[in-house]
């Protein structure tokens, strides 16, 4: 069957591909540890779930502006602009159906045929495509392991060309964890901005960090004016927030940028479902009560993190991983563990599924086979048991 050129370089995602297998295998009475999923296993705060129920009760279920309501607009933009530490325009937020969507409308409306976009890599799954979807092409960029492949201006510039209109980041990195400081992100921005690039930083995780120094990990709002150029940020509610499935995501840029967005969003999606729309404005307006709730989420996923690594250090020693500094994964090579039946680390988790019943995630869906993704967004019990699991397969008992 003939398909239209839009979508021949078009892979499904990974990730929802390796947990679907994962719950379809439970379903069929597989006794299965999920560490695959992208999501926390929190249960959205009741003082959001009860805020949609308010507001389905109240009527709240009509259309919205294709942007998202004016009041949440405003609510982020105040987050955003207390956080920036200068005045923010709303009309430069753009709400829309998750995280996924603001970057969507981003790279379909700023790249095209001709274009290169640089991928930070490893990545996660669904940047290149969303730029060849754009029909750009993405030019993925590998930092240094030592420094959990953190691109530095130097590594940017050795990959620019003069097609090169943008680059997307991820900080905190899915699926490594690495984060970004200050002044990396502030060198990173000045190089983009004299090269005339566009800058997409995804800061989806952003509240899930582990420094001493502050509750959140640095942003693009935290690098000084003078050194930005043009810039997207995305961010949304599904991972603070726990709010996955509501699909609220946004983004922000300068508001005549965000009207293209909206303009495009009008004749896709049109507005976000606006149930979801009243629960994100619970989670972004009722401050006190969302600081709360993120710093409670954020203090289990340190435990855990700290759990993961301590127990992947007694257990299996001679593996080598990225240490998180933010998000919900880790990181970790597997490629000393191939052998003849077993090639790259798609072959070696579906092995690992077969033999121990603990789903992972194959680096090959982050641009390196040689590595693979746990996720510790699950109970401390759940890890436990997985890394006993895992053991003897990597240990070769």
């Known amino acids: 069957m003939r398909y239209s050129t839009n979508i021949e370089k078009l892979h499904p995602s990974a990730t929802i591909a390796m947990s679907t297998l994962a719950k379809r295998l439970a379903e069929e009475g597989r006794d299965i540890i999920n560490l695959s999923a992208g999501e ?10 009860d805020a ?46 998750g995280a996924k969507q603001a ?40 930092g240094d392991e030592s420094r959990g492949f953190k691109l530095t201006p130097a590594a940017l510039e050795s990959a620019a060309t003069s ?13 490594t964890g ?20 566009w800058i997409l930083c995804d800061e989806i995780y952003r509240n899930i960090y582990y420094g001493d120094d502050r509750a959140a990990a640095p942003g693009l ?15 949304g509610a599904s991972k603070s927030y726990a709010m996955t499935g ?11 940028v965000a009207a293209k967005f909206g303009d495009l969003q009008s004749q896709i999606t049109s507005n976000t479902s606006t149930p979801s729309q009243v629960a994100a404005l619970e989670a972004f307006g009722n401050v006190s009560a969302a600081e709360a709730s993120v710093a409670e989420m954020a203090a289990a996923f340190r435990r855990r993190r700290d ?36 090639k790259d680390s798609t072959a070696w988790c579906s092995r690992l599924l077969e033999q121990t019943g603990v789903a992972l995630v194959p680096g090959g869906a982050f641009g390196d086979e040689r590595w693979a993704r746990m996720s510790f967004a699950a109970s401390e019990e759940a890890i436990e048991e997985a890394l006993r699991r895992m053991a003897p397969l990597v240990n070769g008992d």
């Open 307 to 342: 759990l993961v690594t301590r127990r992947m250090d007694e257990l299996m020693p001679g593996i080598t991983y990225i240490e998180p500094q933010g998000a919900f994964y880790l990181y970790f090579r597997v490629d000393q563990l191939f052998d003849g039946d077993v």
């Open 163 to 175: 097609r090169t209109r943008g680059l997307i980041l991820n900080t905190p990195s899915n699926p």
């Open 103 to 142: 970057l969507f409308n981003a790279t379909f409306c700023l790249f095209g045929p001709g274009d290169e976009v640089v991928v930070a890599s490893p990545y996660w799954t669904s940047y290149p495509d969303l730029v060849n979807i754009a029909r750009a092409t993405p030019v993925c960029v590998f």
């Open 52 to 97: 949609a129920v308010k507001g389905i009760r109240d009527g709240q279920t009509k259309y919205t502006p294709p942007p998202g309501l004016t009041p949440l607009r405003k609510a982020i933009a105040a987050r955003l602009s207390q956080r920036a530490g200068r005045t923010l325009d709303w009309k430069g937020v753009v709400v829309t159906a």
């Open 246 to 256: 509501w699909r609220v995501g946004f983004s922000y840029c300068a508001p005549e």
């Open 40 to 49: 926390p296993d929190f249960d959205t705060p009741v003082f959001i779930a």
């Open 221 to 235: 709002l935290d690098v000084p004016v003078d050194s930005l150029g043009d810039f997207v940020l995305v961010d």
């Open 178 to 197: 690495a984060v970004y400081t200050l002044e990396e992100l502030t060198a990173i921005a000045e190089w983009a901005r004299d090269r005339g690039v």
